[in-house]
């Protein structure tokens, strides 16, 4: 009875002190905020080391981190200050990991305030990254090309020389990216905003490289349609029957050598030659003897002096 007694009298004794100061603590972690991060980790490239070799696991937890802690620092309208290191980490962890490039503009953009200058540019800087370590990932280069071209120029920019620069850098990236879209026709279609960016620009050889490119890759009929109308606005009438000459001349070869494969796969693995037929000089103008599109083309075309 004397230790049951006891027992009653100290959860009497500790309810008693945790009421006295309970209304002030409450208090005071109301008016307590975070306001900082503390960043734990060394260096980017010492995180490699740090992995101890589980690199693609570290870089797992990192960017589930990463996708947690901005929507916490969203909700609390807090900058997140150390997505740089984070996002650095990450790439240097596994360069060829795609999705930090593919939404490093959102992340830095989407935070409840308006970014800093420097952190659009940061944005850019890690989405190009992802162009050099993934370049023929045309996803990525649309979505640069697409933050490069409108979302940076039109949103964060205030200088407008500088935006203007993002624009046509922006419109290439996009010429690009048209180029890698192959049988993915939204990533063409979404590239057509460049050749008006060119042509605000002054800058017609390049808008009409940009539509004879994604008309090159392209199999949608209805995208081939529109390019084919809209290069006949720009072309004149010997250009407009030279290239729907060669897209015809391309179109027969693809169907006769390889049907079975797409289009831009055709266009990958280069024309079709017949070595007994090239042997020996004599076949600087022979299509069939071209080893690249771009000399076949020049062979298929048209002499200067007819």
């Known amino acids: 009875m004397r230790a049951k007694l006891v027992t009653l009298g100290l959860v009497l004794a500790s309810a008693t002190a945790i009421g006295a100061v309970r209304g002030t603590l409450a208090g005071i972690n109301q008016h307590v905020k975070e306001e900082s991060d503390v960043y ?27 996708l947690v802690s901005q929507g916490l620092h969203t909700f609390e309208r807090r900058r997140f200050e150390n997505l740089s290191l984070f996002l650095d980490s990450i790439n240097e962890l596994d360069p060829t990991f795609r999705e930090p490039y593919l939404n490093a503009d959102a992340l830095y953009t989407f935070q409840g305030f308006e970014p800093s200058h420097a952190e659009v540019l940061k944005a850019r800087e890690v989405m190009e990254r992802g162009t050099r370590e993934l370049p023929y990932d045309g996803q990525i280069w649309l ?37 890698l879209g192959g049988e993915n026709a939204n990533i063409t279609w979404h590239t057509l905003g460049a050749a008006g960016i060119f042509h605000r620009a002054g800058e017609r050889d390049a808008e009409i490289r940009l539509r004879l490119r994604a008309l090159a890759v392209t199999d949608d009929p209805e995208l081939q349609e529109r390019l084919r109308r809209e290069l006949g606005k720009l072309l004149s009438e010997e250009q407009k029957d ?18 079975i494969v797409p289009r831009g796969m055709m266009l990958v693995l280069g024309p079709p030659v017949e070595p007994a037929r090239c042997a020996g000089p004599g076949h600087e103008r022979d299509p069939a003897c071209a080893f690249t599109w771009r000399d076949w083309a020049e062979r298929h075309a048209p002499k200067r002096s007819e």
């Open 40 to 66: 734990v980790l060394p260096p980017p490239d010492q995180v490699v080391t740090l992995s101890l070799g589980y690199r693609s696991a570290l870089m797992d937890l990192l960017w589930a981190h990463v």
């Open 143 to 179: 979505s640069l090309g697409e933050f490069v071209a409108f979302i940076g120029p039109g949103t964060y920019l205030t200088d407008e020389a500088e935006a203007q620069q993002w624009r046509i850098d922006g419109a290439r990236i996009l010429a690009r990216a048209a180029e």
């Open 242 to 259: 030279i290239s729907i000459n060669l897209d015809r001349k391309l179109v027969d070869l693809w169907q006769r050598d390889l049907p």
